[in-house]
């Protein structure tokens, strides 16, 4: 199997009955996708954030102060000489921040620019999904009928939906989802790949489990295929990229030449390598689009302001499509539904051979973050989460150095947590720290000057060491990617 490591005011809450009554409108004709019609833009996108749970925005920061802390994030996290990154951040058609740093090509020493174009892996979901929501709008499709419909000629469960297929509850079986050898570097027909899809038993029943899912989005490719007759590519370029003038997105061949396309780059044994040659056809519908920081800008404004989707069309998109699914892995129609800093964040990330990238918007301030990195072991979206949270004014502390692990220290090995799911041993071993889930490898942490417990590199969500009056340590609280209020994992082995 390959695995892709692939005019505007914030809204307020109120208690007038007027929004009250727009919002009821807003759920009524936002069924109307479900039955296929047409609809005409119901409300400003900003309204999302009145659908989604969010504290009052912050403050904005200072544009000398943003450039600061966005500046010392960058140069914490990409070296000068080896890989490079480029982040923007803006809020409303305002850039506040567009810097660049690494390199986009390290062989012939050419340094990273704000304006280069990377594969974007599975951002190009958003896509995707944006051009079926926009269907249904159209009365092209609908939203809740069974895929089959479009695709009869695919042996599909009858009960999976376009929605299901969206949100990554059909229960679409990832194994062998993607041709195998002898497939060589020509473009492999997108048919062949969802008749493989199809023809595979569904791993849970529809609508019963979120479970990420590149297959379900080549069959959404093959029902944009087949309803508008033209190839998936053709239909992104005339429906989306060309209508929003999205000069730098397009489906990335390999073979075309790219002015302003960086190398892609990866780790192994800790060392830079070019990355391998990839086909981009075998992804195609669900993770080979190439783009720019800037056209990303402009694609999730475009989303949120109505001009691909209506109000209620991007407030479907932007709805956790499963209750009960972790606060930071909920996933609506095509973009992730997350918290940051206690404000809720829309989005998607990517990750593909060479690559990484994320793409954020927070619409209560209606700020834009892009990070784009031309190494597929890069931490894109962890990168971004810093930086919306210092578009918000609450930045998160920066890594601090690693320190000798005080003599104090010698009462945190141990296991904490209940259950497989949540388990983690902590251990010593050289003079170092390190963390295992049950039945995984040891990972390097690292306990950094105020006490915490941080991953190596660092990725935001860390452990708290909470101790009895005698010292010891009772339980460790883990705040994941960063944000309360955090899992207590209390102590399981004697101590």
């Given at each position: 199997m390959i695995s892709y490591l692939y005019r505007f005011r914030a809204c307020r809450k109120t208690e007038s009955g007027a929004v009250q009554a727009r919002l009821i409108r807003v759920a009524r004709r936002s069924a109307d996708l479900d039955r296929g019609k047409s609809m005409r833009p119901l409300l400003p996108a900003l309204c999302v954030a009145l659908l989604l749970p969010a504290a009052p925005a912050p403050a904005h920061p200072a544009p000398a102060a943003l450039a600061r802390e966005a500046d010392a994030a960058l140069a914490a996290t990409v070296s000068p000489k080896g890989s490079g990154a480029t982040v923007l951040i803006a809020r409303g058609d305002t850039i506040l921040y567009r810097r660049a740093r690494g390199m986009a090509e390290v062989e012939l020493g050419m340094p990273m620019a704000p304006d280069q174009i990377f594969r974007i892996a599975s951002i190009t979901k958003s896509f995707t999904a944006a051009l079926i929501v926009q269907m249904a709008e159209r009365g092209e499709v609908a939203l809740?009928?069974?895929?089959?419909?479009?695709?009869?000629?695919?042996?599909?469960?009858?009960?999976?939906?376009?929605?299901?297929?969206?949100?990554?509850?059909?229960?679409?079986?990832e194994n062998d989802a993607t041709p195998?050898?002898?497939?060589?570097?020509?473009?492999?027909?997108?048919?062949?790949?969802?008749?493989?899809?199809?023809?595979?038993?569904?791993?849970?029943?529809?609508g019963t489990e979120q479970r990420y899912?590149?297959?379900?989005?080549?069959?959404?490719?093959?029902?944009?295929?087949?309803?508008?007759?033209?190839?998936?590519?053709?239909?992104?370029?005339?429906?989306?990229?060309?209508?929003?003038?999205?000069?730098?997105?397009?489906?990335?061949?390999?073979?075309?030449?790219?002015?302003?396309?960086?190398?892609?780059?990866?780790?192994?044994?800790?060392?830079?390598?070019?990355?391998?040659?990839?086909?981009?056809?075998?992804?195609?519908?669900?993770?080979?689009?190439?783009?720019?920081?800037?056209?990303?800008?402009?694609?999730?404004?475009?989303?949120?302001?109505?001009?691909?989707?209506?109000?209620?069309?991007?407030?479907?998109?932007?709805?956790?499509a499963l209750a009960g699914v972790p606060l930071q892995e909920r996933y609506g129609l095509g973009l992730y539904v997350w918290q940051i800093r206690g404000q809720t964040a829309i989005g998607h990330t990517g990750q593909i051979d060479g690559f990484a990238s994320a793409l954020l918007y927070l619409p209560a301030s209606d700020t834009v973050i892009v990070v784009l990195a031309n190494n597929d072991a890069f931490d894109a979206q962890t990168?971004?989460?810093?930086?919306?949270?210092?578009?918000?004014?609450k930045p998160y502390p920066l890594p601090l150095p690693e320190r000798a692990l005080p003599p104090e220290a010698a009462v945190l090995p141990g296991t904490y947590g209940s259950d497989p799911a949540t388990m983690r041993t902590l251990a010593i071993a050289g003079g170092h720290l390190t963390i295992a889930r049950a039945g995984r490898?040891?990972?390097?942490?690292?306990?950094?000057?105020?006490?915490?417990?941080?991953?190596?590199?660092?990725?935001?969500?860390?452990?708290?060491?909470?101790?009895?009056?005698?010292?010891?340590?009772?339980?460790?609280?883990?705040?994941?990617?960063?944000?309360?209020?955090?899992l207590a994992l209390l102590r399981a082995d004697p101590h």
């Open positions: 809740d009928a069974p895929a089959a419909r479009y695709l009869p000629e695919l042996p599909l469960d009858p009960r999976i939906t376009l929605r299901q297929l969206l949100g990554h509850t059909a229960g679409i079986a195998q050898p002898p497939f060589g570097p020509g473009e492999v027909p997108l048919a062949q790949q969802v008749a493989r899809i199809a023809a595979r038993p569904l791993r849970s029943a529809p899912s590149n297959s379900g989005y080549m069959l959404l490719g093959a029902v944009i295929e087949k309803v508008t007759g033209q190839s998936w590519d053709e239909a992104m370029r005339t429906r989306l990229f060309a209508p929003l003038a999205l000069a730098d997105t397009a489906y990335d061949r390999r073979d075309a030449i790219v002015a302003r396309r960086v190398a892609g780059y990866t780790l192994a044994e800790g060392r830079l390598r070019n990355a391998a040659a990839f086909n981009m056809s075998l992804p195609k519908t669900a993770g080979s689009l190439r783009s720019s920081a800037a056209d990303l800008m402009r694609w999730m404004r475009a989303l949120a302001h109505g001009r691909v989707v209506s109000a209620a069309g991007f407030a479907q998109m932007a709805q956790p990168l971004a989460r810093r930086m919306a949270a210092i578009a918000l004014g490898a040891a990972i390097p942490v690292m306990l950094d000057a105020r006490g915490d417990i941080r991953f190596v590199p660092d990725e935001i969500s860390y452990f708290t060491p909470v101790r009895d009056a005698a010292g010891k340590v009772i339980r460790l609280d883990y705040f994941a990617k960063g944000e309360g209020p955090p």
